[in-house]
């Protein structure tokens, strides 16, 4: 299967519409309490323009992103990503990715999270073994 996909190709993209409501939800799933994510409030008074997204949530994103991609075709072996912009509920979240190498089976991407804007927020690579 691996044959199938080529260095420059991007992955199908996936859009995300994070709400506020989300942001209490993975605040409770993830124990991340911090103030920034769910107290507009809070988050304007150190210079946010309100709440925001959680990193780790933007990475899952990117996480389901791959895993679509890969479906039962194969298996995910290494992710990262570094958080580079702030991103707010109510508004796009864009996860986007493309193959950068094609070893064999194994498979290397760069992904990254754009806002509504088209801005990189969130930069990550991947290593992927398809067949």
């Not at 498979?107 to 990550?124: A, H, I, P, R, Y």
Request: hydrophobic share 35%.
């Amino acid at each position: 299967m691996s044959s199938a996909v080529k260095a420059g190709e991007e992955i199908p993209e996936l859009v995300k519409h994070p709400t506020t409501r989300q942001l209490v939800q993975y605040a409770g799933a993830s124990g991340d309490f911090y103030e920034i994510h769910y107290d507009q409030d809070f988050a304007r008074g150190v210079n946010l323009p309100g709440v925001i997204l959680h990193g780790l949530l933007k990475a899952g994103y990117l996480g389901q992103l791959l895993t679509d991609w890969i479906g039962d075709r194969g298996t995910l072996k290494s992710f990262e990503v570094s958080y580079r912009g702030i991103d707010v509920p109510d508004k796009p979240y864009r996860c986007r990715g493309r193959i950068t190498k094609v070893d064999g089976k194994d498979v290397e991407l760069e992904v990254w999270g754009e806002d509504e804007n088209g801005q990189k927020t969130t930069l990550g690579s991947a290593t992927v073994q398809l067949g």
